[in-house]
């Protein structure tokens, strides 16, 4: 079985106290697609500029991922540029350009429209949307999103909310989205607007899964350096989705294994620029801080 | 086997912007030795002023509390008040008066000098050392501290340092005691100036215990509402030192089940103001939510 992975492939310039480091490969999709593919093959589907670097093209294979429904359009790549803060927590950002990912508009081949697994990665809801739509019953649909898109896009978002099986997002956003400050009290409300799962993202504090079976309070990896948490977020899914995409047996059953597996994604994430470090590790890295992981929560 | 704790004992006035109460019952002490006395007999080291309602002696004694250790002093009692913010995390102090505290020199009885777990609750670093100067080879000496004494009493904090078997903080205090601002890279370094164990409190987060055996990165019970979050620490401690007095076996072994408790009881704290929930829980509510924790965290 495998993962369609819709998102933004985007070239990202970063600053951080320590380096600035410009025209990285990133994105939703980039991040969500690469961390999926230590487990299963991420079909993505996405928008790339006349800009975009053969190289990351190459990385993207490397990578295993089926690039049928990667598009090269003319005109330039989605561009984020942002700088992040002393404690590593808060960023703004500087800059962004659209280019391709503007009116990108896909069309999936029959093949795409069969997978059962669908991560919709953070980009519009009206993208996420245009794309479930094509989808012939989906076994399992997740969805990230982000501020931006609870600000300029919240009737649209409130739109596909119930055609997910969970929605993704973190603490100050499940917090908008519920009005509602504290998360646990958050959590039933999001489940009125649709989805049957919720995951709360609390960064280096781990996440919070609500569903059917009650809460999970996940952990998250301890780190002793956080280098550049971009695209962290979107690792976490993409490690939960293909972990999850790669097992046997009911979702309820294996969500919280994966969602553990994501949060060990995102940790190797975090410990450089970009995709730096995400595409040097192996599976057996993360097997392995799984691991330990299971080790440091046991009492 | 049993306990001490030494700590203060005070009236809080706390404001938060739903409520207003004045003169409850707390002070470190307070928090602490009720949470302990759910697993063992804390004895008490404490001064209160001739202004301390004679219900809250009541309420020591109704949790079997030792009170040998509490003196009654002519002056004031020990007065805090606080302010708490719309997201319940962010405090500010009011006023202080010291009042008896100030002066407290306490000379413990030989029966106190003997006991073997030691609870210093956060109180002046001088204080916390006076009382561990008395005491007669302890099985287990545990401090917490906050900001003001990193601030105003750095130098004999230090000192008392290498003395504890476990000291107790939070995330920005250990921040502020390693000038290093992420906590897992700061454990090291809190080690080096001497305790053999530390733990970092994350409020809501959970917490992390650091240790020979490695780290323990421990939830949080997910509460729905935070009534008043004043004492939680307290209780935390108090629950943990507790819950290690009355058990069998080594330290090592029985740390990360202690905290556990700790972590609970601290729960009940925060669902009332002062001690008015933590004052009517049954041991059997404390079980009860160590239960649901742990299927909580399973995967």
């Not at 190459?58 to 790549?77: A, C, E, I, P, V």
């Not at 059962?116 to 245009?130: F, G, S």
């Not at 059917?212 to 695209?231: C, I, N």
Request: proline residues 6%; positive net charge.
């Amino acid at each position: 079985m495998s993962l369609l992975v819709l998102g933004t492939t985007a070239l990202d310039s970063i600053k951080t106290p320590h380096a600035e480091n410009p025209r990285l490969l990133g994105g939703s999709a980039s991040h969500a697609a690469v961390a999926a593919s230590f487990f299963t093959t991420p079909h993505l589907i996405g928008a790339v500029g006349d800009d975009f670097p053969r190289k990351y093209i190459n990385l993207y294979r490397k990578h295993g991922l089926n690039l049928d429904g990667l598009q090269q359009l003319s005109g330039q790549t989605f561009h984020w540029s942002g700088e992040y803060e002393q404690n590593m927590n808060n960023r703004r950002t500087l800059d962004t350009v659209l280019g391709v990912i503007e009116n990108f508009s896909p069309t999936l081949t029959a093949a795409q429209t069969r997978l059962p697994y669908v991560l919709l990665a953070n980009c519009a809801p009206d993208l996420q949307a245009n794309v479930l739509d094509q989808m012939r019953r989906p076994k399992f649909v997740v969805a990230d999103t982000m501020d931006l898109w609870l600000n300029i896009a919240r009737a649209p978002l409130l739109k596909l909310l119930p055609r997910l099986d969970c929605l993704v997002l973190n603490d100050s956003e499940a917090a908008q989205l519920a009005e509602e400050d504290n998360p646990i009290a958050a959590l039933p409300r999001i489940h009125k607007l649709g989805p049957k799962y919720v995951i709360v993202k609390k960064g280096e504090h781990g996440a919070i899964l609500s569903g059917p079976r009650g809460l999970f309070v996940a952990p998250a990896y301890p780190l002793k350096k956080v280098v550049d948490p971009t695209g962290a977020g979107d690792s976490f899914i993409g490690g939960l989705m293909g972990h999850l995409t790669s097992q046997k047996g009911s979702i309820e059953k294996n969500l919280r294994s994966a969602l553990i597996h994501g949060t060990i994604t995102a940790s190797y994430c975090c410990e450089a620029f970009g995709l730096k470090k995400t595409t040097k590790i192996k599976k057996a890295d993360i097997t392995k801080r799984v691991r330990e992981l299971s080790k440091m929560v046991k009492w």
